[in-house]
């Protein structure tokens, strides 16, 4: 095998903010027709991180990738390259990535936002990672932050129920290793999507169309059906791609919408639940924001160990979908 040039995680790090709300309180407060036990039963939600007022999705990104740099042991001066998966920027533009650069005094470099929704994490870390392998990054810190509750309507408890808001970011540096699968760092990447369900799940406004921000609206049967095969599928994919099957990996870290997706992927790719990361009960859907917090969990709780294989699988709007298979 040839040496080859890798993009390996070096640290880990997340934010939530501080108020956390109960399904109960939720309906309480929003005066919902719903109930603890409906959404606990039909996703798996216990609680959910929400910003506030003022608390922008640069705040808690620059929170997440101080964490971040801190674990790595690297300098802000040390980054090159800001990559930020988000659907909630602070502004309009410029890259709410160019605001975090500023914040943590990054040294000119790359730095811009990415937007595959739920999908943003997966496709960011592969993004990051063909920079790296082509020598156009060495450091690149690649963050999911979303500030999702300032997109729902809090009137329709078919949607609003489900998400959270918070940040999650990885340090990735540049190494050169041996070029097999034994390789620490990221190893293979499945991204795909398919504006045929553009309407499915979508927020309906925008600086162009509407010229409001919107709400979110979704069609939540035909997204749950739809993530189950095209999660399964591009995690197979990507495991193919390095020789293994899904069984083998030591952890499943998908996206966490729902607890009965994540339960009916694993199940199809044979991987069992002590492998399998479930977040969702507590911080609810973070949108791309949901792989890194989950990733941080297991780094927290020591669970998650150098060494070991994770199979990261994340869907959302387009539909936009992927899949990344790395050594930690
Ligand atoms: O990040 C990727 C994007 N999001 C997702 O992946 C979400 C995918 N979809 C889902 O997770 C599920 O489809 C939901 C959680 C959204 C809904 O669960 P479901 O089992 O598919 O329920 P349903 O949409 O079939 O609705 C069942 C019933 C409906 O009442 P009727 O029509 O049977 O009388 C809904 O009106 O549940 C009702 N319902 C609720 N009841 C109490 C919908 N939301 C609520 C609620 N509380 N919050």
């Given at each position: 095998?040839?040496?080859?040039?890798?993009?390996?995680?070096?640290?880990?790090?997340?934010?939530?903010?501080?108020?956390?709300?109960?399904?109960?309180?939720?309906?309480?407060?929003?005066?919902?027709?719903?109930?603890?036990?409906?959404?606990?039963?039909?996703?798996?939600?216990?609680?959910?991180?929400?910003?506030?007022?003022?608390?922008?999705?640069?705040?808690?990104?620059?929170?997440?990738?101080?964490?971040?740099?801190?674990?790595?042991?690297?300098?802000?001066?040390?980054?090159?390259?800001?990559?930020?998966?988000?659907?909630?920027?602070?502004?309009?533009?410029?890259?709410?990535?160019?605001?975090?650069?500023?914040?943590?005094?990054?040294?000119?470099?790359?730095?811009?936002?990415?937007?595959?929704?739920?999908?943003?994490?997966?496709?960011?870390?592969?993004?990051?990672?063909?920079?790296?392998?082509?020598?156009?990054?060495?450091?690149?810190?690649?963050?999911?932050?979303?500030?999702?509750?300032?997109?729902?309507?809090?009137?329709?408890?078919?949607?609003?129920?489900?998400?959270?808001?918070?940040?999650?970011?990885?340090?990735?540096?540049?190494?050169?290793?041996?070029?097999?699968?034994?390789?620490?760092?990221?190893?293979?990447?499945?991204?795909?999507?398919?504006?045929?369900?553009?309407?499915?799940?979508?927020?309906?406004?925008?600086?162009?169309?509407?010229?409001?921000?919107?709400?979110?609206?979704?069609?939540?049967?035909?997204?749950?059906?739809?993530?189950?095969?095209?999660?399964s599928?591009?995690a197979r994919?990507?495991c193919?791609?390095?020789?293994l099957p899904p069984a083998e990996m030591?952890?499943f870290?998908?996206?966490?919408?729902?607890?009965?997706?994540?339960e009916a992927v694993a199940k199809r790719l044979e991987i069992p639940r002590t492998r399998v990361?479930?977040?969702?009960?507590?911080?609810?859907?973070?949108?791309?924001?949901?792989?890194?917090?989950?990733?941080?969990?297991?780094?927290?709780?020591?669970?998650?160990?150098?060494?070991?294989?994770?199979l990261?699988?994340?869907?959302?709007?387009?539909?936009?979908?992927?899949?990344?298979?790395?050594?930690?």
């Amino acid at each position: 095998m040839r040496p080859r040039l890798r993009a390996r995680v070096a640290g880990v790090g997340a934010c939530l903010p501080a108020q956390v709300l109960t399904n109960d309180e939720l309906a309480e407060r929003y005066r919902l027709d719903t109930s603890d036990a409906w959404i606990r039963e039909r996703t798996g939600i216990r609680r959910r991180h929400l910003a506030a007022p003022g608390e922008t999705t640069a705040d808690l990104a620059e929170a997440a990738a101080r964490e971040a740099l801190a674990r790595a042991g690297l300098a802000p001066s040390e980054i090159d390259l800001v990559l930020l998966a988000t659907s909630t920027p602070d502004h309009t533009f410029p890259a709410t990535a160019t605001r975090i650069q500023r914040r943590l005094g990054i040294p000119p470099s790359p730095a811009f936002d990415l937007q595959a929704v739920c999908a943003g994490f997966v496709y960011a870390l592969t993004v990051a990672d063909s920079l790296i392998r082509t020598g156009l990054a060495r450091r690149a810190l690649v963050i999911g932050a979303e500030t999702f509750s300032r997109l729902l309507d809090w009137g329709d408890r078919s949607t609003c129920v489900l998400f959270g808001d918070g940040a999650g970011a990885l340090v990735l540096v540049a190494d050169e290793q041996t070029g097999t699968v034994l390789d620490r760092g990221i190893l293979a990447a499945t991204l795909r999507a398919d504006g045929r369900h553009y309407e499915q799940l979508y927020v309906d406004g925008g600086p162009s169309s509407s010229g409001t921000v919107g709400h979110l609206r979704m069609n939540g049967r035909e997204v749950f059906r739809q993530a189950v095969v095209a999660m399964s599928e591009s995690a197979r994919e990507a495991c193919a791609r390095i020789g293994l099957p899904p069984a083998e990996m030591d952890w499943f870290v998908p996206h966490q919408a729902n607890v009965r997706i994540i339960e009916a992927v694993a199940k199809r790719l044979e991987i069992p639940r002590t492998r399998v990361a479930v977040t969702v009960d507590r911080h609810a859907n973070t949108s791309a924001a949901s792989i890194p917090l989950a990733l941080d969990v297991l780094v927290t709780e020591g669970r998650l160990e150098p060494g070991q294989l994770v199979l990261l699988s994340g869907i959302g709007g387009g539909f936009a979908w992927g899949s990344v298979v790395l050594r930690w």
